[in-house]
């Protein structure tokens, strides 16, 4: 597909430097914007390439005006340039034009004083990531469902809603100055087949429909990935069976393209690899959810939908009283307010907080169960002059005793190639590095009782994987049963992330959806999602698609 030569980064970013030389120079400057190419004859045919001269800019701050590329209508607008880091942000559809009606509108659906502002200017910014304005003070916006989380769950179900109801106002809320900082940049990449779970239940059907609408998903948006398959090894005779009952598994939950394989086809396959058999799952994949998530808050946004970031919530509650200026009335009953002081006045709530979804849930009055308990993932790094051990995903045969999968070989998009992870008890909820610490979290988590079951149960396993996660040698001594040649010199540590576990308190690992709503009036007016169970990466749109099938139903949409 050609490229348009006016969709230049270089292009692009000498106009914001103009756009704001033009909003705060000591003079009026002149800002040559994309649009339909011109011949040099006045009203003569237009060439490939060409600029267009726009009027000169007025000093000081504009007022919010509807941003559109000049040569597409907003019926037509698709998607705008995006940074590497974000997509940039986007006001509703008809908040205003230019000029003071841009004003008038946006103050009759109540988004006014630093929130207004933080939006405009992340929008008008083409190459400008998301959220990277900041604001302090109160402020409100007026929204018909607001999504709290801007994590690969949290914008799958706001791009889903908005696209069954266009009509609606709908805003996301992240409390990062970007999305998709946590679990959804934090982990494998790997696109799970569906293997693992129990025939018939929610998470085999969500992971193999997920997989599937992943991959069409990339196809559309042009998202690279790699199908590169997965082995789940047995390296020792009693695995044998464990792997035979996870092939009769995998069929049931309609796997594609599963078998078993000997000895010598998993030399054809890995040629490093050692095993006596194993199943090969030639559908599995690797992709950059992070790219992903970003894509989806892109379609939100060309949807018209909005987000915020730096809006960290704090509270939620039902208003006694209609908001000061407001035409709606009661229409618009809950105030969700930030630790800045900033409120958004909506209908309706959808939370996706990840790791923090109890804390948020116990302030609409939710059950403090099930409780997130964060595990650390530390992942090795194959230097890269040794990644030609790897081709593929590489995984060991599960232990039903224990609670994780173990340590597996995995390749990135970036061509490296990923060795782990542990999994360690994480004492603070967003704690990447070993040495990372909140009092408040680790309380949380060592007062609860459930975690102590947990840990009673699989002593012997939690000492093992804190003595791998001390001692390097350890762990590669448990990636040699599969690939010999691996030795402490070929790897590095590399990075971490922290998997938001929900307890019960039995100590059981919560393994299936919990919607949960609260008491009293705000109960059914909010959707919190307490638990996405991995792998929700992968089946993100499926997930996407069943909360908001549960929030039409709830809140009668």
Known sequence: MSRDPNNNPARQAAALREMR?????????????????????????????????ARPLRRGPPPPPRFSP??????????????????????????????????????????????????????????????????????????????????????????????????????????EEELARHQSGHNSGVIHSGIYYTPGSLKAKLCVEGAALCYKYCDTKGIPYKQCGKLIVAVEHEEIPRLKALHKRGLQNNVRGLKLITAQEIKAKEPYCRGLMALDSPYTGIVNYRQVALSYAEDFQAAGGTVLTGFEVEDMKMTKESPAGSREGMKYPIVVRSSKGEEIHCRHIVSCAGLYSDRLSQISGCSPEPRIVPFRGDYLVLKPEKSYLVRGNIYPVPDPRFPFLGLHFTPRMDGSIWLGPNAVLAFKREGYRFYDFSLRDFVDATAYSGLWKLVCRNLSYGMGEMYRACFLNAQVKELQRFIPEVTIDDVLRGPSGVRAQALDSNGNLVDDFVFDGGIGEIGGQILHVRNAPSPAATSSLAIANMIADEAERRFEL
Do not use: Y
Request: net charge positive; hydrophobic share 35%; proline share 10%.
């Open 21 to 53: 030389r033009g909003f705060s120079g000591p003079g009026p400057s002149r800002l040559f914007l994309r649009g339909p190419p011109r011949s040099a004859v006045p009203g003569g045919p237009r060439k490939e390439g060409a600029l267009r001269e």
């Open 70 to 175: 000049p040569h597409l209508s907003p019926r037509r607008r698709r998607r705008l340039p995006c940074s590497e880091s974000g997509p940039s942000l986007r006001l509703r559809p008809g908040l205003g034009g230019g000029g003071g009606g841009g004003g008038a509108a946006a103050a009759e659906l109540g988004m006014t004083g630093p929130l207004l502002a933080r939006a405009w200017r992340g929008r008008a910014a083409l190459r400008r990531p998301l959220g990277t304005s900041s604001s302090s003070g109160a402020s409100r916006s007026t929204l018909d469902v607001a999504v709290i989380g801007g994590g690969i769950v949290g914008l799958a179900s706001a791009r889903e809603l908005i696209l069954r109801h266009p009509s609606l106002g709908f805003v996301v809320l992240e409390k």
